[in-house]
């Protein structure tokens, strides 16, 4: 509730006065596992992160290229529409390698 994944059954939780309705990057999460959510395929993980950059204007066909890109530079494009527990151990770890920075197109730093 606190990063915006899931809706409070009653009340609301504010940042600056504004309620927490979606997932942003204001919000911080630390996962204590693979950085995986578990209901969308690897393909939509990336463009997960890809679409809460600060100030994308990406659209939806540009997003899926560059998770697609993304993901043929860990070796998993034939993953891509899997869900995180389809995935090895080994080939959950290699989708989280790559950390993408806003404006670092083409590059990803391990």
């Known amino acids: 509730m606190l990063a915006g994944l899931e809706s409070a059954d009653?009340?609301?939780?504010?940042?600056?006065?504004e309620p927490i309705t979606?997932?942003?990057r204001q919000l911080g999460i630390v996962f204590q596992q693979h950085v995986l959510l578990p209901w969308m395929s690897a393909r939509q993980?990336?463009?997960?992160?890809?679409?809460?950059?600060?100030?994308s204007t990406s659209?939806?066909?540009e997003l899926r290229e560059r998770?697609?890109?993304y993901l043929d530079l860990v070796n998993l494009s034939h993953?891509?529409?899997?869900?995180?527990?389809?995935?090895?151990?080994?080939?959950a770890a290699r989708r989280n390698r790559p950390r993408l920075r806003p404006g670092a197109e083409g590059d990803a730093a391990g």
């Open 22 to 24: 979606a997932p942003s």
């Open 67 to 69: 998770a697609d890109k």
């Open 45 to 55: 993980n990336v463009v997960f992160a890809l679409e809460t950059e600060p100030g």
């Open 10 to 17: 009653e009340g609301a939780i504010l940042l600056e006065g």
């Open 59 to 61: 659209t939806k066909e």
């Open 79 to 91: 993953a891509a529409d899997q869900r995180p527990s389809q995935l090895s151990g080994d080939a």
